[in-house]
C-alpha cells in the first residue's frame, strides 16, 4: 500500500464511492455519527482536507 489517505480518497471517489456510507470510527455516537476525534477520524479528515474534498458523514 503505497498511496497516501488522499490519493486513496481521490481514487475511491473516482470510482464511485459513496463516502457517505463509510466510517471507521471507534467511537461512534448512538446515532451513528462519527466523534471526529479518535485516530480514524483524524485520518479520515486529514486524508480529505488532502484531497480538498468535503466529507459527508456527520460528525457529532
Ligand atoms: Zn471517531
Known sequence: ????????ITLGRTLD??????????????DGAACGHCDACQLRLRGFEQAGMHDPVRYR
Do not use: G, N, R
Open 17 to 30: 464511492v459513496d463516502y457517505a456510507m463509510t466510517t471507521s470510527c471507534y467511537d461512534p455516537s448512538s
Open 1 to 8: 500500500m503505497h498511496l497516501t489517505k488522499a490519493e486513496i
